[in-house]
């Protein structure tokens, strides 16, 4: 089981040095979930855009509007910046603005005013709107406010390359992290930064593509290419995938660390995906390698690896690898390990579990284990063994899935005895069509059947009759006593028939009082009009459809349908 510790694939040791570098681990399925959590909140760590309104809760949206306008008129005509930096320094900043103005007093019915006048007598630190507007927040920036200026255009350096920026088409709420990790390309004298940006262009990237790997891998604009990046660019080639995808499937917000991306893809090599085979995976799925720079993949490959997959078992993991992103896949992976471990299976068959079926476990998102032995009212050593039986069986065990209790083995073999043998008791032959057609049919324990039997037996049918009527119609006996003496009651009493009838006809028992009243008042109605033969069976009557009844007998006459109607609203509105 201990395969991880004999391992020596150079690839997956080198990542482990790389998670070393960033103080994780790879120490089993718990560690796994660290990284996770790790790989997202990395790509949680985005620039603020929308506003923070806590501290501005007793303003109105009015006086909010007005205070920007103020605070735009001032950085565009009173500082001179380019209207689209005041405007975003005033309207993308909601941290900076809410400090400037608690400051300000704004009661006296003027915000614009009241503003402006603070601002002529107290101009403020350009340098924390800017910062803010690019993405940056206050903890973020206060390293990099300059401690001798406080006039953007006091810094024309730094603007004149955040402008070759905004103008090659990186968005301005992206820039904060360029400056964040890579602030000396803000230093570049004139032409370096766009020299840099069409170098990378150069490499047969599409402007939108720089963009947008500029904004994920800021340190590129530092120096020459990257290598590691080149090499990439060379990888991607070799297995047939073109430009146009990276273009569509890496994101702006996500950090690229391309040596840990470079070392998957030399790892699933070795899993023995090459070529033309990797690329088709990677296509279908691209998460498998730009998700947290690959780090969630590299957690899947050492997760199975550590449970004693081999290579084949890897590589059928990747080509059959579901359509769920790698985070959700290795995620619940882990999961049902935990879930295999709390219900106290044991380690070997824990093993095998996770060997022989990484892709079912990767594809489950289980219950807790709590709720499901609640739900299924059974014990974990029943749960263990279900899951022995059928690992299958945890595809019913889903989040978003009913689960049904858990029937007891021992009390369906009770009930089914008892049915057995009341059915014996009224003559029926053991293992005969007849009874099993009757014990497939027939609801409720022993005691409530003989009940209902002895019900009909009571209302003036003999025995012999009951077990005929039940051969032919056993449902009858699903009815509880009380409906069964009402629609009996009704059959005879309301509408004249004979119990006889009843034994002739037994299915009539099935129907509801409503309609066999409706159908058979109608009948005698119209035979009494002499439109319809006087000698129809009662199950010809009973046993078709309400269309073929008023297209066959209650159309026949010109005011059939009319009183169908009267008669049908009388019946239901009485009942």
Not at 403 to 411: A, F, G, H
């Amino acid at each position: 089981m201990n395969v991880l510790h004999r391992l020596r694939n150079p690839s997956l040791l080198k990542f482990l040095s790389l998670l070393r570098a960033e103080n994780l681990s790879l120490n089993g399925p718990g560690h796994i979930f660290q990284i996770l959590r790790f790989c997202r909140t990395e790509r949680a760590v985005n620039p603020k855009t929308g506003a923070n309104l806590s501290e501005l809760a007793k303003k109105s949206r009015v006086v909010r509007r007005e205070a920007q306008a103020a605070l735009l008129e001032y950085l565009h005509s009173t500082r001179s910046l380019q209207f689209m930096d005041a405007e975003n320094m005033s309207k993308n900043t909601p941290e900076f603005f809410d400090r400037l103005l608690t400051k300000v007093d704004i009661d006296d019915g003027d915000v614009s005013r009241s503003l402006t006048r603070f601002l002529r007598y107290h101009p403020i630190n350009e340098f924390e709107p800017f910062f803010e507007s690019i993405g940056l927040e206050p903890s973020q920036y206060a390293s990099f406010l300059p401690r001798n200026l406080m006039f953007l255009n006091d810094d024309q350096l730094l603007l004149r390359n955040y402008y070759v920026l905004c103008n090659y088409g990186v968005p301005r709420n992206r820039i904060g992290r360029i400056y964040k990790e890579a602030n000396e390309v803000f230093r570049y004298d004139y032409g370096i930064m766009q020299e840099k940006l069409l170098s990378l262009q150069s490499l047969g990237l599409k402007q939108s593509l720089v963009v947008k790997i500029v904004a994920s891998s800021p340190y590129l604009l530092l120096g020459d290419a990257n290598k590691e990046f080149l090499e990439f660019l060379e990888k991607l080639k070799g297995i047939g995938i073109d430009y146009d995808w990276l273009q569509e499937n890496i994101s702006e917000r996500d950090s690229c660390n391309w040596k840990c991306v470079l070392e998957l893809i030399s790892l699933l090599g070795e899993m023995g995906l090459k070529g033309e085979i990797l690329g088709e995976v990677i296509k279908q799925h691209p998460d498998l390698l730009l998700e947290c720079s690959g780090r969630i993949t590299f957690c899947l490959v050492g997760f199975l690896l550590k449970f004693g997959s081999t290579q084949n078992i890897v590589q059928s993991v990747f080509l059959q690898f579901p359509r769920m992103s790698v985070v959700k896949f290795t995620y619940n992976l882990c999961h049902c390990y935990k879930f295999l471990d709390e219900i106290k299976m044991p380690v070997k068959e824990i093993g095998r579990i996770c060997r022989l079926y990484p892709l079912l476990l990767g594809s489950c998102e289980l219950k807790k284990v709590t709720s499901l032995l609640g739900i299924l009212n059974c014990g974990m050593n029943r749960l263990c063994r279900m899951i022995k039986e059928d690992p299958y069986v945890l595809n019913k065990w889903v989040l978003g899935v009913r689960v049904d209790r858990l029937q007891d083995p021992n009390r369906i073999l009770n009930v089914r005895m008892m049915k057995i043998k009341f059915l014996i008791s009224l003559g029926f032959v053991e293992d005969s069509k007849e009874m099993e057609r009757a014990l497939k049919v027939f609801r409720g324990k022993g005691e409530e059947l003989q009940e209902r039997f002895d019900c009909l037996v009571k209302l003036g049918l003999s025995r012999e009759e009951v077990v005929e009527m039940l051969k032919v119609a056993p449902q009858i006996l699903n009815q509880s006593k009380d409906v069964i003496e009402t629609k009996i009651g009704c059959f005879v009493r309301d509408l004249g028939y004979s119990l006889s009838d009843l034994v002739t006809h037994p299915a009539l028992v099935s129907y509801t009082s409503e309609r066999v009243k409706l159908r058979l008042l109608t009948y005698k109605w119209l035979k009494d009009e002499r439109v319809v033969h006087p000698k129809l069976t009662l199950s010809t009557l009973l046993s078709c459809s309400e269309e073929i009844f008023l297209r066959s007998w209650v159309n026949s006459h010109p005011k059939g349908p009319e009183f169908w109607e009267r008669l049908k609203k009388q019946i239901y509105s009485a009942e």
